[in-house]
Structure formats: structure tokens, C-alpha cells
């Protein structure tokens, strides 16, 4: 549960989550659209599954658009959809690359304060720097 949490905080944050919203209301709208205008979609339901097939660029074939506005709806769903399979995970590692830099710099400057005090360190002190260190090391 933690995880979604972070996710929809990051998706917040970022702007996102208000893009990728507007890609699910722009799907409910395009499955309307299509279940009125093409024979082969008989109930929103339909719409939704047939737009969710063309924005995942999947394409199985058992339902397909045949009216020129089912095609042209279909043609932007599928670019949207790229789009958003695009954008998303680009921005959410993006967010996370700058967090990861950020958290870099705060734990590099505490380093680097302990160590412009050092004459003042207790002997507990000096052996958990001490012990930061030989773990920093191992890692790189």
C-alpha cells in the first residue's frame, strides 16, 4: 500500500497524475464515440475494451473500427496512448534521479560537516565516521 502511495505522491508532484487523468476521461469520451458511430461496438463497455486495445497499440483484431470517425478517434487514441506510455515513466524517473542526486548531496555535506569539526568528535563518534567510511568504500 506504501508504494502506491509514493507513486501517486510522485504522479501528484509532477503534474502528471492531472495528464494521465485526462487520458482515462478521454478514453470514457472516445468509448462513447465509438459505441455510437460503429456497428461492430454495441455497448460502452465495448468502447472502453476497443480503446484500451488501441491505446496499448496491442490491436487483437476482434473488434476494429470501419467509419472514418471510428478511425480518426482511433488513430488519437493510439498516439495518446504512446504518448502516455512515453511521458509517464519518464517523468516518475526523472523525479526519482533528482531525489536520489538530492539525497546524495544532503548525506555528502553531514559528511563533510563531521569532518570540518573533527578535532571535537568523541571517540564513539570518530569510530561510527570511521565505520561510514570502510561502508562507503566497499560500495564503490
Known sequence: MRTWKRWYKILKRTGT???FMSFLLFLCGAGVVLALVEPQIQSFGDGLW???VAA???GFGDIYAVTKIGRLVTV???LYGILMAAMVPGVV???YMEHLKIREKETIS???EELERLPELS???LEE???KIKKFNHKH
Open 17 to 19: 497524475l492531472k495528464i
Open 50 to 52: 476497443y480503446c484500451f
Open 56 to 58: 496499448a497499440t496491442i
Open 76 to 78: 488519437l487514441v493510439s
Open 93 to 95: 524517473v526523472s523525479y
Open 110 to 112: 553531514v559528511f563533510l
Open 123 to 125: 571517540k564513539e563518534e
Open 129 to 131: 565516521l570511521s565505520e
